[in-house]
C-alpha cells in the first residue's frame, strides 16, 4: 500500500478494525466479556468500538451482549473475492488438471442463490461436455452448488436461507463434508455429470468450488478423484496468506 510521508494511520481506526479482525476469527458469535479479556481492554472501550461497528453495519448482535460480523460483512467479502482475480489465478491449475484428465474443468463461486461458473478449461478430446462461462447451477443438485453450501460459512449460509435459497438436505451435506467431494446428480445440464471439491480463502472459508464435467456416459468418480483432490489441495496453497503457509509447512 503507498504511503505519503508523514502521514500517520489512525490510532483509533486501528484498533476498531483490530476489534473487527478479533471478531471475524471467531467460529461463532463472541460476547463482550470475551472480548474484553482477549483485547486486555476496559469494558467501556471494547463496548464503544462494537458501537461503532454496529453502526457502520460490520457486526450485528446475535443474543443480548454478543457479537458477530454480519450479511454486510459477507458481502463485502464477495466484492473481494470477485477483485481478488480468482479466476486466473487459478487457470494454471485448471488447464493441468484438464491435460491430466482429459475432460472439462470449471471454477464456479456462489452468485446469489445459484452458483456461476467464472472459469472454465476445455479438454483436447472429440466429445467433451459443454459448459459456458457465466452459466449458472442450481445449488441443490450440482456438485459444485453442495461444494458451496456444504463448506459456506455460517453467514453465508445464513443469507442463503433468509434469500429462499433450495438447497440439498442435511444428509446430504453432510455426506459432502464428510467425504470432501460432490457429485451432481445430472439434473441441470442434459446427459452431463460433474464431481466437485472446495477451494478456501482464509476466514472466507469455501469461496469456490473445483469441478471436473464429462457426458455421462463417461464418467467414473474414481478415476477423477484422485486427479481432482491433487488440484484442488494445488490451488488451494496458492490461496494461502504468506504467514499461513509458513504455519502449514510447520506441521
Known sequence: MEKKKGVKPLSSALKIFALLDLIARQKTAVRLVDLTRLTGESKGTVYQRLVTLMEVGWIEQSDPGSYRLSLRAAMIGDMALEQSNLGERATATLEQLALECKETVSLAVLDGVKA???????????VRAEVRIG???QLASSSSGRI???????EIRRLLELKGATLATEDVLDQVRTSGYAVSTGEDILGVRSIAMPIF???????AALSIVTPVERFNSERLLPLLRIAAEALNATMLSPERRGAGADG
Do not use: D, K, Q, Y
Not at 456461476?116 to 472429440?126: F, G, S, Y
Not at 458451496?148 to 455460517?154: D, Q
Open 116 to 126: 456461476r461458473l467464472i472459469r472454465r478449461v476445455e479438454a483436447e478430446v472429440v
Open 135 to 137: 452459466t449458472t447451477l
Open 148 to 154: 458451496l453450501t456444504a463448506f459456506a460459512t455460517p
Open 201 to 207: 480463502f482464509g476466514n472466507r472459508g469455501c469461496v
